[in-house]
Structures are given as C-alpha cells and as structure tokens.
C-alpha cells in the first residue's frame, strides 16, 4: 500500500501536543478540585464533567465558523492561542494557592480569586478548543483522493498521535509534581501550554510544505478558495446532487447512521471518562500508592489508557486487516458492540475491588486499575477511530468539520452524563444517592454494578440492530 502523506505526520504531531496539553491538564483538574479549592467528590466531579463535556460541545460552532467563514487552518491557530492563554490563566490560579489556608469542603462556586481565574482559564479552554477540534481532524480527509482507501489507517495513525500525547503528559507531569503536592500544580498547568506553543510551532513552519491536497493545492485557507473542499462539491453536483445545500435521501441516510452510532460514544465515554473522577478519588481513598517500593503518582492512572491503545492499536488493525482477507471483518457497529461489552468487562474486573473497599480494606493492590485501564483501551479502540473515520467518510463534503462537531457533541453529552454518574459514588457519611432518582447506591458494589448493566445491554443492542445501520450507511465501509 502506498506511504501517507507528509501532511498527515504534521497534523499527528500537532494534535499530539495538543492532546499533551489537554490531558495534561485533565490529569489535574479533578485532584485541583478535591486538594486545593478542598470542593466535595460530587462537586469536583461536577466541574470536571462540565468541562469536558463543553470542550466536546464547542467543535459544532467551531466547524461551523470554519466551513462558513474562517477555513480550517485560521480556525487551528485561534484555538491554539486561546488554548494556550487557558492554560496560562489556569496556571496563575494555581499559583495563588496558600496551604496555611483551611477552606472548608464546599459544593458550590465561593468564587476567590483563584476560582474566577480557574473559571475564566476553563472558559478561555472551551472556546478555544471549539475552534481547533473539529477543524484539524476534517483536515485529514483533504489530504488524500475521494474513497482512498488508507483513510481508515489514516485516522488510526492520527488517533496513535493522540493517544501518544495523552500518554506522556501525566507521566511528566507526574513526575514534575508528584503526588501530594498541590503547591508545584501551577507547574502543571505551565507545561500544558507550553506544550500547546510547541504545536503551533511545529504547523506554522511545515504547513504550507506538506499540508496540501493530492495535486499539490494549500487545503484549509478559506472556503471561497478553490480547494480540495470545493472540487469534491462539484464532483458530488456531477453526481446528481441538486445544490450546495440541499440534501439527498442517502445524504439524510448517512448522516442518521452517524448520530445512530454516536450513540455508543456517548455511553461508552460516560463510563470510561470514570477513570478520571470517580475511579480517581476511588484510587486517592483504598488504593495503594507504591509498586515494587515505587510511589505510584495518581496522575499516572491517566497514562495507562493512552499507553493500552498505542500497544493495542497495530495488533488490532493487524486482526481486522487478516479477518477481512478471510472475508469475516466484522462490521462497525459489530465492532462498537463488541467495545461496549469490553466496557462492561473492565467494571467487572473492577467490582472485587470495590466490594474489598465497602468491607473496610485498604491499600487494595492497583493491578486492578491497570487491568481496568487497559480493557478499557481496547474497547476504545473498536469504537473510537472507526467512528472518526467513518464520520470523515459519512458526511456531506461541504458540511464536513460541521458533522465532525456533531461527533464530538455526543461526546460532550457523555463528559455530562459521565459527571452525573460519578456523583453518584457513594462517600461514607454522606445521603445514600439514587440512579435515576430510583435505584439506591448504599456502596460501591451497586456503583460498578451500574456499569456494567448498561455497558452490556448497549452492546447487545449493538448486533441487534446491526442490519438497519448498515442499511442506512448505502455501501460506506
């Protein structure tokens, strides 16, 4: 098979530093809740939740903006900057902070100076990640031909840049601050946009050499350009397409089948986004913190994720590329199926845990988050990539960075959902809460139980209505 393009090197790198700030950032977030503002387990989820979820919500305004006015590259660096001054916002608000201050654990904004940069520098984030997000995973699509068929390992390689990034930012990070030290946080988030700089950097000085269409032609300048975007539109008016706007059945088709399969992404980024909040502060109270007399940073719980998908993601291609050899590949919604019950087999592994904890143990041995984090990687890997690709593939070319933010907005509903759920963990001495207003969670057992119920019947629902997706996908692979 032929060799990528240089183009989509330059764009894995510069989303890989931008998932380096990102996660970066993640890895602190919750424990700069809980160990510094001292917020509640439910609030601390509540902010993380919200965040993460705006983050995934904003690519829809953003790909708008981008198709209908600004061009994916403008879109790129004003998300990169503003990013970047998020970061920096952030950084002031951790530099502020006093451990000889005793805030009292609260469930609400007391809005100090630290919290309105902390609010401001999250703010400053979504806005700018709205205009980057979307924008730069369209881009990929632009440097090859229509139907090439390297754009599904394409977007695995760009995911593999992703994941890379979100492997080693809470790895350094870990290393820079540690565990228990929320004074050197403000350090954290310093990386983070550092990292972000370095990016842009990097896209500024080789974008114009190797980010360029098949015949040589500059991609994501501005939509009235004569640019890869606009010859696709005119081969689909060739086609039979009546306008530039209107669309026809198999477009309306295609695009169901898109919001039909983000559905998935929704639940599975609900339960697996856990490994951040409620799993984290699960690991802060009962797990132990050393390995072979190594502390073991919280920050690095991140880390073991992205590490499972780089591993796991050539040997998972490699069985997909022997199955459809042997004609029996499964099919993208067999194999979102299959992730979703991976999800539920990750809480299972789990819940002996969680059981040890409701009994009163502690320093329960981390191989159980490992084993979680690292189930959880491969489901990712059967829902996540495929769906990039195939919504790359789906969309309506003139409306491509839009349906891209669509995707992400399922993933902003599941950081919501996600955030919810994890305030429901049940904390000793606290009201026992209920799933659905209905269902009590006394203890952690009935918490992971939560998971793996839903998680199992989405994936049976999964090979159930397989026929009807592929139905309305009208022959895309």
Not at 71 to 94: E, H, P, V
Not at 98 to 110: D, G, L, M, Q, T
Not at 120 to 132: D, H, P, R
Not at 349 to 356: E, F, N, R, V
């Amino acid at each position: 098979m032929e060799s990528h393009p240089p183009g989509l090197y330059v764009l894995s790198t510069l989303e890989m530093w931008e998932r380096f700030s990102f996660y970066g950032m993640e890895a602190l977030l919750f424990l700069f809740a809980l160990n510094v503002l001292n917020c509640s387990m439910e609030f601390a989820s509540i902010i993380f939740g919200v965040y993460t979820g705006l983050t995934f919500l904003t690519p829809v305004f953003g790909g708008y903006l981008s198709d209908k006015y600004l061009g994916n590259r403008k879109s790129i660096y004003i998300g990169g900057i503003l990013m970047a001054l998020g970061q920096f916002a952030l950084t002031f608000s951790a530099s502020l902070y006093n451990p000889a201050v005793k805030i009292p654990i609260h469930s609400s904004f007391i809005f100090s100076t630290q919290e309105i940069f902390l609010i401001l520098g999250l703010l400053i984030l979504v806005i700018g990640n709205g205009f980057f997000k979307a924008n730069i995973s369209s881009l990929v699509r632009f440097l090859y031909v229509e139907d090439d068929e390297r754009l599904d390992s394409a977007f695995t390689l760009f995911y593999m840049g992703i994941n890379i990034g979100s492997f080693l930012s809470p790895i350094i990070i870990g290393l820079l601050i540690g565990t228990t030290h929320p004074e050197l946080y403000q350090y954290g988030f310093l990386l983070s946009g550092l990292g972000l700089i370095a990016g842009l950097l990097i896209f500024t000085v080789f974008k114009n050499k190797y980010v360029i269409s098949p015949e040589g032609d500059l991609v994501g300048i501005e939509p009235s350009s004569k640019s890869k975007r606009e010859k696709l539109i005119e081969k689909e008016k060739e086609l039979g397409h009546e306008s530039k706007t209107k669309l026809t059945k198999i477009e309306k088709d295609r695009i169901k089948a898109i919001f039909l399969l983000a559905l998935f992404t929704v639940l599975y980024w609900s339960a697996s986004e856990q490994s951040a909040t409620s799993l984290m502060y699960f690991a802060q109270s009962f797990m132990a913190k050393t390995i072979a007399g190594i502390t073991f940073p919280l920050e690095w719980y991140q880390s073991i994720n992205p590490l499972g998908v780089v591993l796991f993601a050539p040997i998972l291609a490699g069985l997909w590329m022997k199955l459809s050899d042997m004609g029996k590949e499964p099919s993208i919604p067999i194999k979102m199926g299959i992730g979703m019950l991976l999800l539920a087999v990750s809480f299972v592994i789990i819940l002996p845990a969680g059981i040890q904890a409701d009994n009163g143990i502690f320093n329960i041995p981390v191989f159980y988050l490992i084993l979680v984090n690292t189930v959880q990687a491969v489901a990712e890997l059967c829902i996540s990539p495929t769906g990039q690709s195939l919504v790359a593939k789906l969309s309506p070319v003139r409306y491509s960075s839009l349906m891209m933010g669509i995707w992400y907005m399922a993933t902003a509903v599941a950081e919501i959902i996600g955030a919810l759920t994890a305030g429901l963990y049940p904390v000793a001495g606290n009201p026992t809460p209920y799933f659905l207003g209905l269902i009590p969670i006394p203890n952690l057992e009935a918490f992971f139980l939560i998971f793996i119920i839903v998680s199992a019947f989405i994936g049976m629902l999964a090979f159930i209505f397989k026929g009807r997706i592929i139905h309305l996908m009208h022959g895309i692979e």
